[in-house]
């Protein structure tokens, strides 16, 4: 395997990880809690996933032939909460995985180096993937985040548990070293759970 196959596999991968992990954060929540903002300038679950939607839905959308922020996206109306139900917040978080799997799918290696454009600023694929790999974990990270506090007590960890490392280190070290990309065995675990 090429290493621009290799890349867009890791992406795949790293993304189908966070993807799930966000998904994972969501489902422990009762539906009213995804609509809690703590204060003016904090966002609700609900207006984190819209606004990620967008963002891909406007990126990914004809990613190599159109600037990636579209006339069509209202960037602002996307933290405006007018999704009503845990459903809603769902079927806009999948919509924008759904575009965003859907282009890197289609994306060849030897395309990588292609110059787009957000914004009018040109880059390459493979900087405005490296762009997405930062962004759309950093919310999702806002998202678990956020779930643990409003889920309190009773929080089930996505990662490893406190005070479970050494046990955690001891299973891996326990092991045959092999080549593998670290989201085969952490999907395994977060989809068992």
Known sequence: MEINDQYLES????????????EKAI???????????????????????????????????????????????????EFETNITSKEEVLASWNKGWDCFFQAIESLKPEQLLQIIYIRNEGQTALDAINRQLAHYPYHIGQIVFYAKQLKNSGWESLSIPKNKSNSYNADKFAQEKEIKHFTDAELKRLNHK
């Open 11 to 22: 992406v795949k991968k790293q993304m189908h990880y966070y993807k799930t992990i966000g």
């Open 27 to 77: 489902e422990q929540l009762e539906p009213e809690q995804l609509f809690i903002a703590t204060n003016e300038d904090s966002n609700s679950i609900a207006a984190i996933v819209k606004h990620m939607s967008g963002n891909m839905l406007s990126r990914w959308t004809d990613f190599l032939t159109t600037d990636g922020e579209k006339e069509w996206r209202k960037r602002d109306a």
